[in-house]
């Protein structure tokens, strides 16, 4: 309603008047230097000019209030219009304010109030928001939960739609019926929040009972000449396809569609290509049972009967013909035979006779195929760049392979070749002859293929002059070295692709790239220009939709980019994997918007769908503990669960409850993690636990060396960075260990006898820093990782306290593109009063998979000599032990470590490895170990064979020892199957 006031006078205008006045508004506006009220639809057409008419091109805000008509948090809508009170704006700013509020669709709604308080204006948004839908819960099934909330039509967070509420049942139903589930119902709630403006579905599925199949009848109709004999034989043949496949079974819509499929292509093969089927069903709800009747009208048939076919089955030679369709049932018998010659000698064979007669419901055709011609050799003429034996290697090794003339292999061999040329810079490679001739032997012959290669191109410089930083880059960067080479006209669609990412992932959304080719010497230049056709696009605001119940203001501190910054997608992926990695979200969703504001910036959606709120994860499995692979012997159960609270208090927050069982140990945490520290990007999180673990002698043994414990509570923190990762913790710990079933532990492993049997506790601390970059996590190729700790464990009286460091750096450098040189360092040591004092589960241990190959797991000497040996015939001992294990490891206070392997392709996913590892562990000091003369260091040479997967590569790695020191325990090779790199 519109209101003009003058002084004290405030006149209301009538229905009449207030027409005329919007109708001349434009005028008023100009002519009143007065205070005026102006209301402004921000989803009309004209609401820009509405407000260039009212407010002048710079003002100051006397306030700005907002009235909706739900909860919504104010300081979010303030954040997305930007106007402040009692500031310097522009008409422009609150236009910028508009196309924000409506970009986020919260608002079906957005009218804004503008009144003149003497020189200052004060603005009043009115909002009316959608009914939104925010939840969908689903009961009555257990397994496929995800699956039915796929098929609802509507995503979290858009507006509630009933037609699409009702589309979604309907799909579902259907989706039980189709699965037998036919008198399945949905009852469905829809609970609405008025606060909100959201709306909670609940379905509850009540599948009911399947239903099978009863009674299989058929009708079939014979049209025009079809006789009454194929009537019967056919009915004869479907009643036993149908009767076996469907009396009986669980009614599926997928069921009857395979017999449907199968009745057709039965049809066909006798020659009945014109016939309808109709399928009709009819459900009994009363005992679940469905009916089935299936109508056949046949209207002609004309069977092909083909005799003396060998190489080819008659479905194959009735496919074939089927190409063109239902009509070559019509063909005249000469295009038929011609076909089947052409089909026949496309494989070679050449003397092949076919006659054909024509009977009035049937086509006979008598096929002599005659012998198959081979093909042993291929002969080049005028090739001068490639060898014969190069091309044959190339491109022909799986034609030849076939030793039969295959016109469909030569013809994509001889495409493999022309790819080989063109890769090699011969732009113009023709096969201009192809000649078949006959050798001495009786239908052997050999292919000869004349060229004409043409001028061989080389590739030059790769130049950018606007951009020639640039140049070394991606593959321009890979181009230098290939100067002089042939030109393979790829590498120009591979740099164009390149480029475009390159200036899109900059903002730059128009961009035109061409290329233009300059011969120098001998050489073609390629020279790039590029045309960037609008400005760079920059970041706008972040718009926080979804139906979390964490504050958009916290969402934002996850964001790695700010408005205004220069286009980067990587800072959008850096956020989506921030947000993730929170663990609270069952969806995260970033994209842009399609507009831009009115300062050339692109809005960024951030669309956060909360997970449940409580979750129970149960795990039941088997664990590998040993190199046998028998079950009883090589494996353990393992059992575990996890129960998940998440945004107990509404800050991506989260209580992780977990406990998990095996033959060994048993463990419980709970912990519960906060992503802020105030309102800083730094994980934190508060730990108790409480573990006991049985150790084994040997990974298999049945025999447990000793028993350790350990219970505490920790506080911790971890800052991630671009590159590096800096975590540490802060807690109290009590642990020990007790002897198991070998008596004299003490002497077995070094160890203090008074401290057997007690639990001390320590004050720990241990900061930790991760730097990391390379190419990719699971299987790098360049880059380097370090990795840096130090822990430091305090008891009450300093008896057995300690101060561990830990230092290990690898590093990748790509030798070849398929060859990779991997190497790690790694070097750790114990400070504290005695060796014997430092518990063993705290000691450094070699040996293994992923330490030094050619040992068993953590069987690097110092070993110690057990009070009672164990009798294994299944411990892969070597023959001087006579399958008595005798020895336990007593790991080090010192050890250094050093792995260098040479990674290689294979082919494809396969790929192999050599490596070498050498390592050492000392109890005392390293400069008393060497005095003493014992041979502390350790060696280990081998290979491996990777297998690349989704989640790392397999691995098996055979290593060899350098030396064998202890004959009567340690073989000379030792295998290992595992999953990912050693480093």
Known sequence: MLYISTGMLSVQLSYISRILFFLLSSTVVCSLQKEQTVLVDCFSDQYKQQLSDVLPEKFIIDSVLYQVDFDYDKNEIAYLTGLRDNSETTKQEVMQACFYLKQIDRFKKINLEVEKVDTKYRLCFYLSGHILFSRLLVSGTIRDKDFYKNMYLLDMAEVFDQQKHRHSLENIKKIFYDYGYCNATIKDTIKESKDSKSVVVALDLVKGAKFLIDNVSFTIDAVGSVLQADVLRMKKKIEEICYKRLHAKVYSEELVKRIEHKIHVLLERYGFMNFDLIINKEVREKDHKVDILFSITLEQKKEIVFLGNHYFKKQDIIDHLLMYGKSSWHFPSSIIVDELVQLYKNKGFWQVAISVKDEKNRIVCSINEGSRIGVTTIDFKDNNHFSDNQLVKNAFQLFLKTKYFDKDLLKKSIDQLIRLYKQSGFWDIKVVKEEVVPLKKDRIYKIVLTLDEGKQRQIGRCRIPQYPELEHQGP??????????????????????????????????????????????????????????????????????????????????????????????????????????????????????????????????????????????????????????????????????????????????????????????????????????????????????????????????????????????????????????????????????????????????????????????????????????????????????????????????????????????????????????????????????????????????????????????????????????????????????????????????????????????????????????????????????????SDNFLGGTGFGIRYDTPIGPLRFDLGFKWNKNIKDFESRWVWYLTLGHAF
């Open 476 to 933: 321009f960067a890979r181009s230098k070295k290939e100067i002089g080479t042939g030109f393979d006209q790829m590498i120009i669609l591979e740099q164009k692709q390149w480029l475009l990412r390159h200036f899109r992932n900059l903002g730059y959304n128009k961009v035109l790239v061409e290329h233009e080719l300059q011969e120098v010497a001998n050489y073609l230049d390629v020279v790039w220009n590029i045309v960037l056709q609008e400005q760079a696009v920059k970041f706008g605001k972040t718009l926080v939709i979804g139906n979390s119940v964490i504050p958009p203001s916290a969402i934002m501190r996850e964001i790695a980019f700010e408005t205004g910054d220069d286009w980067d997608k990587s800072k959008l992926e850096d956020t989506l994997k921030r947000l993730r990695e929170l663990e609270v979200f069952e969806s995260v969703q970033i994209y842009p918007s399609r507009d831009l504001d009115n300062n050339l910036q692109k809005p960024i959606f951030v669309k956060v769908i909360d997970a449940d709120c409580y979750e129970f994860r149960t795990r039941i499995g088997m664990q590998q503990i040993g190199k046998d692979f028998r079950l009883r012997r090589g494996f353990t159960y393992k059992i575990g669960g996890s129960f998940f609270v998440r945004n107990p208090l509404s800050m991506g927050d989260r209580f992780v409850f977990e406990g998990d069982f095996t033959k060994f140990y048993r463990n419980f945490t709970a912990s519960y993690q906060f992503p802020w520290l105030f309102t800083k990007s730094i994980r934190c999180h508060y730990k108790a636990y409480d573990t006991l673990y049985n150790q084994p002698v040997y990974i298999g043994s049945k025999v447990s060396l000793y028993q350790a414990g350990q219970r505490g509570f920790l506080y911790g923190m971890t800052k991630s960075f671009k590159k590096t990762t800096v975590s540490g913790s802060l807690g109290i710990e009590f642990m020990g260990i007790k002897e198991a079933d070998q008596p004299q532990l003490h002497t077995i492993i070094d160890y203090e006898q008074s401290l057997l049997g007690k639990k001390t506790g320590y004050v720990f601390f241990e900061p930790t820093i991760i730097w990391q970059q390379v190419d990719t996590v699971l299987n790098p190729k360049r880059g380097h990782l370090s990795f840096v700790s130090c822990k430091g464990m305090i008891d009450i009286d300093t008896k057995t306290s300690f101060l561990k460091l830990l230092v290990e750096h690898s590093f990748y450098v790509p030798l070849r593109d398929v060859v990779v040189l991997a190497i790690r360092m790694r070097g750790g040591h114990v400070f504290n009063r005695e060796y014997t004092s430092l518990i063993p589960i705290e000691r450094f241990y070699l040996g293994g998979a992923s330490s030094l190959r050619g040992y068993e797991r953590d069987y690097c000497p110092p070993l110690g000599t057990l009070t009672i040996p164990i009798e294994d015939v299944h411990a892969h001992l070597p023959d001087e032990a006579c399958d008595v294990w005798k020895y336990a490891p007593q790991g080090g206070r010192t050890m250094f470590n050093l792995n260098t392997e040479v990674r290689f392709s294979i082919y494809k996913s396969l790929g192999g490895v050599i490596f070498n590892d050498i390592g050492a562990l000392f109890k005392d000091s390293i400069n008393k170990a060497l005095f003493d003369g």
